[in-house]
């Protein structure tokens, strides 16, 4: 008997399907299915797991083997949720080409053959994705489902550290208007940018670019009237994760021979430096 198609295993049942995303914060996050058949309403839960762009994720199977030689009795399945064939198993091997594998995960794949985790290295952007593992157990000349299983990967990759910048005018006096620039580049999720200015909360403007590779690069401006000294901490958040950095800019009087007074009709100027720390 041939490697029954994943549709065969699941649908025959199955009048309709639909998921409701559950987000928490954290490693794992929970989607949960809810699936109607002739038999009645079951739930299953997906679970979330996260990798780094260009390191290695392993999804659990919902399966383990007794050793690695009793998978002769077995048929194990990867694929996407679109039905890309990753790795499959029948009998003890790999099947044939009639259930050719998907070039892109060709070389960076590989499934223990007892607990039946599907390693995934180095991670790529286009691997976030929905994987499934279906096992099938051979038992009195009929292979019969012992479980199917949903994991989601979240690929992310890691912003570079903020650059912070200011454009300070050179005859600053007085109360002067400064603009900011935050930058960071080259990663994923979508980012959010978020400030804290002397212990308040500001809000940035902010453009996204991708880059040629789907990474993301993000630039934020920030106009500030500056009469004071700053502390400013620009942060970019993504997914579960962030990073931040600090910039000061200070504003004093030099020594004395570089202080400049400037006597207008009616009043007096001190022109006064701003220096960035």
Not at 13 to 34: F, P
Not at 44 to 53: G, I, Q, S, T, V
Not at 117 to 141: A, F, H, K, R
Request: proline letters at 5%; one cysteine or more; a neutral charge.
């Amino acid at each position: 008997m041939g490697l029954l198609k994943p549709s065969s295993l699941l649908s025959p049942l199955m009048s309709y399907l639909h998921g409701v995303t559950r987000w928490r914060r954290g490693s794992r996050a929970t989607v949960a299915l809810h699936c109607r058949t002739e038999h009645g309403i079951f739930a299953k839960e997906k679970k979330e797991f996260k990798a780094k762009l260009g390191e290695s994720a392993l999804l659990p199977c919902c399966y383990e083997l007794p050793s690695p030689e009793s998978l002769y009795n077995y048929r194990v399945y990867w694929q996407t949720i679109q039905t890309e064939v990753i790795q499959a198993y029948s009998a003890g091997k790999p099947v044939p080409d009639s259930v050719p594998v998907n070039s892109k995960y060709v070389n960076r794949t590989e499934m223990d053959l007892q607990n039946l985790t599907l390693l995934i290295s180095p991670v790529e952007l286009s691997d976030n994705n929905t994987y499934e593992c279906i096992v099938q157990v051979l038992e009195n000349g009929a292979y019969k489902r012992a479980c199917a299983k949903s994991v989601v990967l979240v690929v992310v990759a890691d912003f570079s550290k903020p650059d912070i910048s200011a454009d300070v005018p050179k005859d600053a006096c007085g109360s002067t208007e400064v603009t900011v620039t935050c930058s960071s580049h080259g990663g994923f999720a979508e980012p959010r940018v978020s400030g804290i200015l002397n212990n308040m909360s500001v809000d940035w403007q902010t453009n996204l670019s991708d880059s040629k590779d789907s990474l993301y690069n993000v630039t934020a401006k920030l106009q500030l009237n500056l009469t004071e000294d700053i502390f400013l901490t620009c942060t970019i958040e993504y997914d579960v994760y962030k990073v931040s950095s600090n910039y000061t800019l200070s504003k004093f009087l030099p020594i004395i021979r570089s202080v400049r007074v400037h006597l207008l009709p009616s009043h007096s100027c001190l022109k006064v430096c701003y220096w960035l720390q």
